[in-house]
Structures are given as structure tokens and as C-alpha cells.
């Protein structure tokens, strides 16, 4: 009897401890993370390059509190990152420059279907690449000189 009033006690001390632990809720990462401005994040930039390797704990405080951007009621348009790696061209730009090279006569679609594998295949034969159908960036490099074409000769305009 003694055992099983202590494991019943033992046993609810857990849980108590268990359910106290759980009850608060931990933010995620995202809900302790604000966004950052272009000025507030080149301000933190150039203030990490001429910052010393240590600051003093007045500093540092002094630091923490200052008014960024967003809480002074400033708003920056993010520019869009540079694309990594190599240019990947859409469908359209693919069929476009395979027609104005008259390696395609179908319809531009966006649609790459067996007319358009041929004719990449067909363009690639060509011009000395592999001829897989694919357009990565040698392909492309080739085709892309195609995507606008040249004006066409006529009469000048007179002055």
C-alpha cells in the first residue's frame, strides 16, 4: 500500500511538473525575428566594418536601444536580389529566337512539346552542341543571339 502511494505521488509530481513546463509557449523563430530595411541592414553593415572587435557593456547597450528604421516610421523598397548562376530563359524567349533562327515554324505557346524539342535538337545539331533537346546555357548562349531580330532592310527615311 505504502509503494503505490508513493508511486501515485511521485507520479503526479511529474505530471504537475510536465504541465507547468508545457504551458508556456515558446515563439518561433519568426515571431522573434523582424524584418530589416535595406538602410537598417547597410547601417548594421558599415557599423560592423568600423566597430571594434569588442564593445564595453555601455556601448553595447547603447547600441541595442538605438531607433531603427522601421520604429522611427521609415519604410525602404527592397530591391530584388541579382539572379545566382546562369540566365534560365522562358519558354516564350526559347520558341521566339528558335523561329526568328527558322529552326521553328509551330505556334509560341510557352509550351515546350515535341516540335519544340526538335527544333532545339535540330539548332543545337547546327551549331556544334550537344543535341539533347535541352536549352541550358551554351544552348542558350547560341540561341539567344536569335531573340531579336535584326531590322529588316528597306528604305531610309528622308530627311
Not at 11 to 30: D, I, P, R, S
Not at 57 to 78: D, I, N, R
Not at 120 to 147: C, M, Y
Request: glycine fraction near 8%.
Amino acid at each position: 500500500m505504502k509503494m503505490k502511494r508513493s508511486a501515485f505521488i511521485i507520479l503526479t509530481l511529474a505530471l504537475v511538473v510536465y504541465l507547468a513546463g508545457c504551458g508556456k509557449k515558446q515563439k518561433t523563430l519568426e515571431e522573434m525575428q523582424e524584418p530589416m530595411s535595406m538602410e537598417a541592414m547597410s547601417a548594421l553593415s558599415s557599423e560592423s566594418k568600423n566597430a571594434p572587435e569588442a564593445k564595453a557593456p555601455e556601448q553595447a547597450a547603447a547600441a541595442s536601444m538605438a531607433v531603427t528604421p522601421q520604429a522611427a516610421g521609415m519604410t525602404a523598397k527592397l530591391e530584388p536580389l541579382p539572379p545566382s548562376g546562369p540566365y534560365k530563359p522562358s519558354v516564350i524567349e526559347i520558341q521566339t529566337a528558335l523561329k526568328n533562327s527558322g529552326y521553328y515554324t509551330g505556334k509560341i505557346d510557352g509550351k515546350i512539346g515535341p516540335r519544340t524539342k526538335a527544333a532545339i535538337a535540330e539548332f543545337q545539331k547546327a551549331n556544334g552542341l550537344k543535341a539533347d533537346g535541352k536549352v541550358g546555357p551554351k544552348t542558350w548562349a547560341a540561341l539567344s543571339r536569335h531573340l531579336n531580330p535584326a531590322p529588316a532592310p528597306g528604305p531610309r527615311p528622308s530627311r
